[in-house]
């Protein structure tokens, strides 16, 4: 397995990461240990959590489950050091954290032991701000992006305060690195400027959706990426498993996503059948397994540090981990060219 820096941390992470979110809702904690053993054996060491999981769907009774369900694994292992833990803190929204209130220094410092405490651990390697106070295009959300109604006197989030806090998590041991998620160029680089200005913890990742269906972060995104090292971690590559083929012909899998979120969190639209499956068409012209084809072609992109993936069972996990071998002719890169330009932005 292939490793990529992160950031400017010095650290590197293998270009798959383990995502979580269905542990405690679509998997059991026994089924979230065996992933977990088995991206191991493939030589990813990296999952990605948050105390906002499980998800599908999301719900009180089962926030923070999912990282109970790695806290039990990492004391039943005992070497924390061999894999690197990602986690983040949810911003404003959800009544059952925090009383939905907005990121601040306070709810920092609280949430990380929250988090400790469901993980067993003494230390999260990569700390991320799940989406900015202010908004986010990201959830389907850029229909109605309305940045013009931000509020310019509220310091955009407090961005001084909120990394002032990850700064006093860091020396104290708690957390090693930061990141952000669903953010904007505009917001990581107040981010960024903000940290050298004043001597504080440097972004060294960005969280956002990206597959060959949703493809936002080519970009503003990626010019910042490339000059100020900031890799994307890439969450839904498949498209909450659309990308996989296994809901083609209206097929619609027992305790399956589709089944559960009948739209698939608003993925499913009017404009999505035909470029959807001309991707499906693509990879079986080729000979390729569609899930590893749009994975594979995710980290073709310079921008990436990770793929994040999901199973909800092993033989999904060894497929999706196994696309990190799959490389892509340039007959193939040609054609999902064309179809992106043809159909730029289907969900």
């Known amino acids: 397995m292939k490793h990529r820096p ?6 590197t ?5 383990l995502g979580t979110m269905t542990w405690g809702e679509q998997n059991t904690e026994a089924e ?3 992933q977990m053993d088995r991206a191991l054996e493939k030589g990813v060491n990296f999952f990605d959590t948050a105390e906002l999981y499980s998800t599908m769907p999301i719900r009180a009774e089962t926030q923070g489950s999912t990282e109970k369900i790695i806290g039990t694994w990492l004391k039943r292992r005992g070497k924390r050091d061999d894999v690197i833990i990602a986690s983040k803190i949810a911003g404003p929204g959800p009544k059952w954290i925090d009383d939905g209130a907005p990121i601040t220094p306070a709810k920092i410092e609280i949430a990380i032991d929250r988090s400790l405490k469901r993980m067993q651990t003494d230390y999260i390697d990569l700390y991320q701000l799940h989406w900015p106070n202010r908004g986010s295009y990201a959830f389907r959300q850029i229909w109605n992006y309305e940045p013009w109604k931000q509020n310019k006197e509220t310091k955009a989030d407090d961005v001084h305060a909120i990394l002032e806090a990850l700064n006093r998590a860091v020396k104290a041991g708690k957390i090693r690195h930061i990141g952000l998620s669903n ?18 913890p440097r972004v060294a990742s960005i969280q956002n959706e990206y597959s060959l269906l949703n493809r936002l972060f080519d970009a503003d995104m990626a010019e910042l990426s490339h000059h ?3 890799g994307l971690l890439a969450y839904t590559p498949l498209a909450m498993g659309m990308l996989s083929g296994k809901y083609r012909n209206g097929a619609k899998p027992d305790g399956s996503r589709l089944v559960i979120s009948p ?3 608003g993925r499913v639209t009017e404009q999505l059948a035909t470029p959807l ?5 693509l990879a079986e012209r ?16 310079p921008f990436i540090t990770s793929v994040i993936i999901g199973a909800t069972n092993l033989e999904q996990l060894d497929v999706n981990i196994d696309a990190a071998n799959v490389k892509l002719s340039d007959d193939v890169m040609a054609e999902i060219a064309a179809i992106r330009r043809k159909y730029p932005m289907p969900i």
């Open 277 to 281: 499956e001309a991707y499906l068409d």
């Open 228 to 230: 100020e090292d900031v």
């Open 32 to 34: 979230g240990h065996a």
């Open 286 to 301: 080729h000979g390729l397994n569609p899930s590893q084809m749009a994975i594979a072609f995710c980290l073709t992109r």
């Open 13 to 17: 992470v293998p270009e798959i990461c």
């Open 183 to 200: 953010d904007s160029a505009w917001g990581t680089m107040r981010y960024l400027n903000t940290a050298e200005k004043f001597g504080l």
């Open 263 to 265: 739209d698939l969190g």
């Open 6 to 11: 992160l950031g400017r941390t010095g650290l």
